[in-house]
């Protein structure tokens, strides 16, 4: 299986926290917090244009500016989601700055913040000098008994959250492809269908639900010519396709170790393929990691073992352990794993 998402941490993992996503063979990413990011590089910032945010604490918020800087004049719409309090911080840092000269620049920014009772919708225009204009306010969906909430749907995937005690809410996240589209490239050959574009589309009217009998045409581009050809979506997926499980990202960062806390990660994260998740702490520190509202390694490693992920990633560790990074991943890995 070629996986649909390929996802990578934005700086070491003592560094500001952050997850890249790549979505693959498109040029999109979602970026998961705005700590430092001047590593990713100004094409990589440009492609996210979903952000997620799990609070605005400094290292997880810093990087809004960097950001702001590659995406202005361009004609792109940033849409930041996060916790309450998310587009007064948005706001601040727009209004730190002057913008007499932008007028024509293209660049929008909303804001979501997704309160236990709804979702409040901001939107900032370079047009205007980044004035705040509220949008009506909307419901949240497909709450759980656990409060896992959706935050964005897209025809290939959802973002889901959980918020999380850190004295103040943090959103942790859960990214989950609807299901992954699987080509037989050797039946498709025997059929003298190349692989190429045109798969990529046939994947889209898979998570647009289009039904068996939808009928698209495709260009296909053979060795030496090419060819348009019209094509029933069910016999494409009876010759050449498998429908299988989607690929499931987790992100947890900032939060106590608590009996809430855990039940609504394990909620979330439960069956991912990747889980990454804060380990600031080793366990013989645990009294000031419940102090500071941060996670052990050891906590993370229960967690993830308890929800069934596949993988575990830690991140965010203390600059109290610099030297130490690999006790910490041991920690985590013995607790998750037993080894
Ligand atoms: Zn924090
Ligand atoms: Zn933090």
């Given amino acids: 299986m070629n996986p649909s998402f390929s996802s990578f941490l934005v700086n070491d993992v003592f560094g500001d926290p952050g997850l890249f996503v790549e979505v693959r063979w498109s040029k999109r990413a979602l970026l998961f ?72 620049y293209p660049l929008t920014i909303t804001v979501h913040e997704f309160h236990p009772d709804g979702i ?99 260009t296909l581009y053979h060795e030496h010519h090419i060819e348009t050809r019209e094509f029933i979506l069910g016999e494409i997926r009876e010759r050449f396709v498998t429908i299988t499980r989607g690929q499931k990202i987790a992100y947890v960062v900032d939060a106590r170790y608590d009996e809430v806390n855990e039940r609504k990660i394990i909620e979330l994260a439960r069956g991912a393929d990747i889980f990454y998740c804060e380990a600031p702490y080793l366990d013989r520190d645990a009294d000031k990691a419940r102090d500071r509202y941060h996670l052990t390694a050891k906590q993370a490693g229960i967690m993830a073992k308890k929800a069934g992920v596949r993988e575990l990633v830690v991140l965010h560790f203390s600059p109290r352990y610099t030297g130490l990074g690999h006790e910490i991943e041991a920690e985590a890995r013995e607790a998750f794993r037993g080894q």
């Fill in 33 to 104: 917090d705005l700590g430092h990011n001047d590593a990713l590089g100004p094409t990589r910032l440009l492609r996210a244009s979903e952000i997620f945010i799990s609070h605005t604490h400094m290292d997880h918020f810093i990087g809004f500016d960097t950001l702001l800087r590659v995406a202005l004049g361009r004609g792109k719409t940033l849409r930041i989601h996060g916790p309450p309090g998310l587009t007064s911080n948005v706001q601040g840092k727009l209004h730190g700055y002057t913008w007499n000269l932008v007028g024509g």
């Fill in 120 to 218: 409040k919708t901001a939107t900032f225009l370079a047009t205007d000098g980044f004035q705040r204009h509220d949008e009506p306010d909307s419901p949240l969906s497909h709450c759980t008994s656990q409060g896992t909430f959706t935050v964005f749907c897209d025809p290939m995937f959802t973002v889901q959250a959980s918020a999380l005690n850190h004295r103040i809410p943090s959103l942790a996240y859960a990214l989950q492809e609807q299901f992954h589209v699987n080509f037989n490239k050797e039946r498709l050959h025997e059929a003298g269908l190349p692989v190429g574009y045109w798969l990529k589309e046939v994947k889209q009217y898979f998570w647009q639900g289009q039904p068996d009998d939808f009928r698209f045409l495709a």
